[in-house]
């Protein structure tokens, strides 16, 4: 039976999606900045949420061009962490990961007036502890952290696990589940253009996602992301390299 919450919730969905086709759009045109509200008037709370949940990947047009995050954008991100404060987790596992996603969005406002650095939460745990299975699904969870510029403990797991995360991505397609697969394809494409070797043949994995995918904008953003990642890696050296194309010292 619908609740009184039914039409709130399909509408913080629907503005998630709106945020994230203009933040797709602008990827894809390089406009620059997504222009996501006007800045002389009152930003509806709709708007604020779905620019909380998006958090890092709102700037990713900017990293994926080698550009710091814009202050238009940062100065709404730092109202819509105000508007809404972090959920309540269910369960530690779950809080790491809330934690991590808030810290990805605040490591790239401290780059800006509008935040400042924040240390980084404990990892989770390794797929040598809970499977690789839990782990990839833990890892697609944090895919806003598969960004250029980016680094961390998390980004040590990726780098050092990249077989699991091939198996998280397969695992996800055979059980169609796109929304998973292009979240886990994006590590993989960050661990690419990061120098690390994979096992796992990418494009075709891109290619089945976006006929298989599940048509939201959101996942939109996902696939176009991992697919600008593969182009940073290109002609750039390998893993020998003392530094990695996503600016990484390895």
């Keep these: 039976m619908p609740t009184a919450e039914t039409p709130l919730r399909d509408e913080y969905a629907a503005a998630v999606e709106r945020v994230a086709d203009r933040t797709l759009a602008v990827l894809r045109d390089g406009e620059g900045t997504a222009a996501l509200a006007d800045p002389d008037s009152l930003v509806p709370r709709p708007l ?18 080698g550009a710091e995050p814009d202050g238009t954008t940062a100065a709404l991100l730092a109202e819509a962490r105000v508007a809404f404060p972090a959920p309540v987790p269910s369960s530690q596992e779950a809080a790491l990961v809330i934690g991590w996603q808030d810290w990805a969005a605040g490591l790239l406002l401290a780059r800006t007036p509008y935040g400042a650095a924040v240390p980084p939460p404990a990892p989770l745990s390794g797929p040598e502890d809970v499977g690789w299975q839990a782990w990839s699904k833990r890892m697609a969870q944090l895919s806003s952290l598969a960004l250029p510029t ?8 990726a780098r050092a696990n990249t077989l699991d995360l091939a198996r998280g991505a397969v695992r996800s397609m055979l059980r169609r589940d796109p929304t998973t697969a292009v979240r886990l394809a994006r590590w993989l494409a960050w661990a690419r253009a990061d120098g690390r070797t994979l096992r796992l043949e990418l494009e075709p994995v891109l290619d089945r996602i976006r006929l298989a995918g599940d048509g939201t904008a959101r996942s939109s953003l996902e696939l176009a992301i991992a697919q600008r990642l593969l182009t940073i890696s290109t002609g750039v050296g390998g893993p020998d390299d003392t530094n990695g194309p996503n600016g990484v010292t390895r």
Excluded: N
């Design 48 to 65: 604020l949420a779905a620019v909380r949940v998006l958090g890092a990947d709102l700037f990713a047009p900017q990293l994926l061009t």
């Design 150 to 157: 980016m680094d961390g403990p998390m980004h040590d797991a």
